[in-house]
Each structure stands twice: as structure tokens, then as C-alpha cells.
Nanobody
Framework: QVRLVESGGGLVQAGGSLRLSCAAS????????MGWYRQAPGKQRELVAA???????NYADSVKGRFTISRDNAKNTVYLQMNSLKPEDTAVYYC????????????????????WGQGTQVTVSS
């Protein structure tokens, strides 16, 4: 079993900062890309930022220059530093990881699977 546990959400005023963390645990052989998604009420879930195992990053246009994604491969943890927060950043933030689970003598060519965290609420007040 692979488990993703998020932390760091909360309530902050516009212009403030928050840092989200997501730790992967369990039977992980290798973790490829990790990322953060968000879903606001009445809207579809959208990609916020993603990072490969090699450190390449990708951001939604709406957060470029304000959010920074990073990861610690030794800790199987991904972070999202969110600065200059706006009310429109209010959403439930979900961690996502593309994982090769430790099943039946895995290799780096073994199939990988998407795993999701339970979500953490971020609320930005105006």
C-alpha cells in the first residue's frame, strides 16, 4: 500500500504565505513525478504544479512567480511554497504521485500508478 499524507493547509490573509507538505509512505519502489492539484467549490480539479524525480518543474500560469514546488527524494516528500496568496487560490489542495509500488521484484520499467492524498484546505481571506 502507498499512502500520501498532506499537511500545512489553513486560513491566511491575502498576500500571506503557506507551505504545504506531502509525504509518501508504504511500499514505494520508485516515485516518478509528484504534483499538487487543487479543486475549488463548483470547479474541476486543476494542476497547480508538478516536479519530476530529476527536478524539472511545471506550473499553472495562475501561480507562476508566486508558488514554488520542490521535493526531497530521500524523504519521499514534495512541498509547495505559496506566496502572495490571493482569494482565488482558495481550494482543497491534493497531492499526487506517480509511483512504482514495491510488488513482485519491481524494476524501473515496472508499471507505475497514480496515488492521491486526502486533500488539505487552503482558505485565503480578502
Amino acid at each position: 500500500q502507498v499512502r500520501l499524507v498532506e499537511s500545512g493547509g489553513g486560513l491566511v490573509q491575502a498576500g500571506g504565505s503557506l507551505r504545504l507538505s506531502c509525504a509518501a509512505s508504504g511500499s514505494t519502489f520508485s516515485i516518478n513525478a509528484m504534483g499538487w492539484y487543487r479543486q475549488a467549490p463548483g470547479k474541476q480539479r486543476e494542476l497547480v504544479a508538478a516536479i519530476t524525480s530529476g527536478g524539472s518543474t511545471n506550473y499553472a500560469d495562475s501561480v507562476k512567480g508566486r508558488f514554488t514546488i520542490s521535493r526531497d527524494n530521500a524523504k519521499n516528500t514534495v512541498y509547495l511554497q505559496m506566496n502572495s496568496l490571493k482569494p482565488e487560490d482558495t481550494a482543497v489542495y491534493y497531492c499526487n504521485a506517480d509511483v512504482i509500488p514495491y510488488i513482485a521484484r519491481p524494476t524501473f520499467q515496472s508499471p507505475s500508478y497514480d496515488y492521491w492524498g486526502q486533500g488539505t484546505q487552503v482558505t485565503v481571506s480578502s
